[in-house]
């Protein structure tokens, strides 16, 4: 008697369709997940070409405006004049140097608003617009200054061949100060004890947690001198015979456009449109004033960070015209 499969035929039918299931749960599966990496491939790719067009216009949108007309060149010095500050003189002097260089430019206008900062870098400024000055003889070059104009602000102003102000306008502060504090009896107070080391005589000069030495002090007076004289020579360079002989007048003290006037150190009250229109002459007023890329401002971020982190020394702080 042959033996009967014919039970077991249900069996084999439900291991089958199972299978078949599972394959196409699996093959489901994958499409979707290619479907997945599909979408995410688009997005990234949309998002990085999103991302150049944006830095593309960022560097675009920073390059100096083209124009075709007779036009009035304006550069704009706003705020502390430092190399980490809100204007630095590589800054400055590129806008300059573009507007001098750029096509039917009928004059330049510097529109100062600023309490000051670094002599070295006002220094900067100040002989690169004498220097264009004297290359560029036919194309006048005069300072506007908004609601300051002082210390380092007015040595900048001081190279321009006018300055022009408000009547409220601050001006002046030809002076420079060197700032910090002392610490010695508040950690006399807290128990605290100062130990310093150093390998040469002066290397802790002005340490504000030691007592102040006179001969330090003596050093330090010594050098702000000399920086005053200099910014004395290069105020009487640029204003010559205008200059009156108050005595004050490298002293350190601000005074308002309308006394400045009257002392020699402005020429005359108007704004950037009424310098443009009537006395340069061109009333279309382009701006040459250099803003730094995207890039350029990471770049420096991550300098100054390294810079920062190989610091040797900052016990006290550099001279500054504020």
């Known amino acids: 008697m042959s033996e009967q499969h014919s039970p077991q035929l249900p069996e084999q039918t439900s291991s089958s369709t199972t299978e078949s299931s599972l394959l196409k749960e699996y093959l489901w599966e994958n499409l979707k ?15 990085f070409a999103i991302y ?22 304006l550069v704009d010095v706003e705020g502390v004049i430092a190399s980490g500050g809100d204007t630095k003189a590589d800054d400055v002097v590129t806008g300059l140097r573009s507007a001098f260089e750029a096509d039917n430019v009928k004059g330049v206008i510097i529109r100062i608003n600023s309490p000051g900062g670094s002599p070295v870098q006002a220094g900067y400024i100040n002989a690169e617009i004498r220097r264009l000055r004297e290359q ?22 001081a190279a321009a061949e006018k300055i022009f ?14 700032d910090g504090f002392g610490f010695v009896d508040t ?3 807290l128990g605290v004890e100062r130990r310093l080391l150093t390998a040469g005589k002066y290397k802790g000069i002005l340490d504000p947690f030691s007592p102040l030495a006179s001969e330090d002090k003596a050093h330090a007076v010594k050098i702000l001198q000399q920086i005053h004289a200099q910014f004395i020579d290069i105020v009487r360079q640029g204003r010559g015979d205008r200059l009156s002989d108050h005595p004050d007048l490298f002293s350190g003290l601000i005074w308002t456009g309308e006394e400045a ?13 009424y310098v443009a229109r009537d006395v340069i002459g061109a009333e279309k ?33 550099l001279p500054s015209f504020r």
């Open 52 to 73: 150049f067009l944006f830095l593309l216009f960022m560097l675009l949108d920073s390059e100096v405006p083209s124009t075709t007309g007779d036009h009035t060149a």
């Open 285 to 317: 007023i382009v701006d040459y004033t250099h803003e730094e890329s995207l890039l350029d401002r990471f770049a420096k971020q991550v300098g100054v960070g390294v810079a920062n982190a190989l610091q040797l020394n900052a016990n006290f702080a």
């Open 33 to 47: 997940e290619r479907k997945r990496n599909r979408r995410w491939n688009i997005f990234f790719k949309a998002f």
């Open 136 to 157: 560029y003889p036919e194309i006048p070059l005069h300072a506007v200054v908004a609601d300051v104009c002082a210390s380092g602000g007015y040595y900048v102003a």
């Open 261 to 273: 006037k009257k002392l020699g150190l402005v020429d005359d009250f108007g704004s950037a449109g």
């Open 187 to 189: 950690m006399k107070k």
């Open 165 to 178: 102000v408000n009547e409220a306008s601050i001006v002046g502060s030809i002076g420079v100060l060197m």
